[in-house]
């Protein structure tokens, strides 16, 4: 078990280009979400899996935002046409139960110039 | 919109002293409630949990909950240096929400020398 893995760790992107980012949760979890986070912010939920199938999403992600877990074991994130808004650390979490804790990932820090 | 409140503080203590943590939430139907530790760059660590009213002991961490009043709380005995992070308050609501996990913004804490 090697907890749950995200790459890359660091992006720069061009205003306007395409980003996929990937996680791998630990293998025995089969939830995962995908949460965003900005300076001085909490992490906020974007969206979540239960083995493949996304379950829910949030209100605030945009139609650019896109996500897949094919198989239920590894997820992507896709962000479409970035904006400068999109700098953030995206996070990916995993958990093994409905009300247990959850672990996270190192994060992936996008920046968009 | 459940919410998740903390002080964003600074808070700062001496080495050596208890450092008190506070956190509020919205919604009585609550189940699982968590505190995460993030070092500047990093990602949220999972420190404790607690599932049911009163104290939960982890070390030189204590967990308090008190559902009447919707309140949390995370003490740190012995306060060293390295214990300096963000501490962010997290709730998994029930009914509808797909027990996903909302956070609030974090309490900045350092333990000075």
């Known amino acids: 078990d090697t907890g749950v893995s995200q790459d890359p760790r660091h992006k720069i992107t061009k205003r306007g280009q395409n980003v996929t980012f990937r996680c791998d949760p630990i293998?025995?979890?089969?939830?995962l979400y995908w949460y965003r986070q900005t300076l001085g912010q909490g992490p906020e939920f974007l969206t979540y899996?239960?083995?493949?199938?996304?379950?829910?999403k949030s209100r605030l992600l945009s139609d650019r935002f896109s996500a897949e877990r094919p198989k239920g074991s590894f997820s992507t994130l896709e962000i479409q046409r970035t904006e400068q808004g999109d700098s953030a650390m995206y996070l990916c979490?995993?958990?093994?139960?409905?009300?247990?804790?959850?672990?996270f990932g190192s994060g992936t820090r996008l920046t968009v110039v | 919109q459940k919410e998740v409140e903390q002080n964003s503080g600074p808070l700062s203590v001496p080495e050596g002293a208890i450092a008190s943590l506070n956190c509020t939430y919205s919604?009585?139907?609550?189940?699982?409630f968590f505190w995460y530790r993030q070092y500047s760059g990093k990602s949220p660590e999972l420190i404790m949990s607690?599932?049911?009213?009163g104290d939960k002991e982890d070390g030189r961490f204590t967990a308090q909950l008190n559902k009447a009043s919707q309140y949390v709380s995370l003490l740190i005995r012995d306060s060293q240096p390295s214990d300096s992070a963000t501490y962010l308050c997290a709730v998994i609501y029930s009914g509808g929400s797909n027990y996903k996990l909302t956070f609030g913004k974090g309490t900045l804490l350092t333990v000075n020398p």
């Open positions: 919604d009585r139907v609550s189940q699982s």
């Open positions: 607690i599932y049911s009213n």
């Open positions: 899996f239960q083995n493949e199938a996304q379950l829910e």
């Open positions: 293998s025995e979890h089969n939830r």
């Open positions: 979490a995993s958990s093994l139960a409905v009300g247990y804790g959850y672990t």
